[in-house]
């Protein structure tokens, strides 16, 4: 997966290639982080950084890939899985993390587009970064009363299918609550 080098690789590379290796070799996410980090010679403020863009792009990941599908025009599994998770990370980074610039987040995204794909993917995941901070509020989610299932997919980013079986067995209220629990970020826990 991750190989160790000599020289210190950046936060949001050793992100990416978590989240490649997550989506293209079917690795466990927390695996996946726990080997990467435990390879990196990050600072503990970068580790924590990377956390946080491997487990809120992964808990997200249904509704970034739907606010993604508006604004590319190819469909995502039609890209790379490098730059596939590009535009998830970079996606995350503009739309749910305060701390991070927006700009600061679409130009890092097309650095990593132009080492990890070509001069083409580069504007590619600029422009659809782009038009993302555009548009996404003009976006409107299935409508919750003909389609909860559907909704729920979109705004609580679970599996369609499973959200039909827990509509089915809790109803809209504790499935929306279940969804809204699964979504919040872990609470630190300390164990002696």
Same mark, same amino acid.
Not at 32 to 47: C, V
Not at 89 to 107: E, F, N, S
Not at 173 to 182: D, G, P
């Given at each position: 997966m991750v190989k160790p080098s000599s /020289? =210190?690789?950046?936060? !949001?590379? @050793? =992100?990416?290639? /978590?989240?490649?290796?997550?989506?293209?070799?079917?690795a466990y996410t927390d695996v996946? #982080?726990?080997?990467?980090? +435990?390879?990196? !010679? &990050? *600072?503990?403020?970068? %580790?924590a950084f990377v956390t946080e863009c491997v487990y809120g792009v992964v808990r997200w990941q249904g509704r970034i890939n739907w606010l993604l599908q508006h604004v590319c025009h190819r469909p995502l599994d039609t890209l790379t899985p490098w730059i596939r998770n590009i #535009?998830? #990370? +970079? =996606?995350?980074?503009?739309?749910?993390?305060? +701390? @991070?610039?927006? !700009?600061?987040? /679409?130009? *890092?995204? /097309? *650095? &990593? =587009? !132009?080492?990890y794909g070509h001069r083409g993917t580069a504007r590619l995941v600029n422009g659809v970064l782009r038009a993302l901070l555009r548009q996404h509020e003009t976006y409107c989610p299935p409508d919750a009363a003909r389609a909860p299932a559907a909704y729920l997919a979109v705004?609580?980013?679970?599996?369609?299918?499973?959200l039909e079986r827990w509509l089915e067995r809790y109803g809209w209220? %504790?499935?929306?609550?279940?969804?809204?629990?699964?979504n919040r970020p872990a609470g630190m826990t300390l164990r002696a």
């Open positions: /020289v =210190a690789t950046p936060p !949001r590379q @050793t =992100a990416l290639q /978590v989240l490649y290796a997550i989506d293209a070799q079917d996946a #982080l726990r080997q990467a980090l +435990g390879q990196s !010679r &990050l *600072e503990r403020r970068d %580790r #535009l998830r #990370l +970079g =996606a995350y980074q503009c739309l749910w993390m305060q +701390g @991070t610039p927006a !700009r600061a987040a /679409v130009y *890092e995204a /097309v *650095e &990593l =587009a !132009r080492r705004m609580g980013s679970h599996p369609q299918w499973l209220a %504790r499935t929306q609550a279940i969804c809204e629990a699964n």
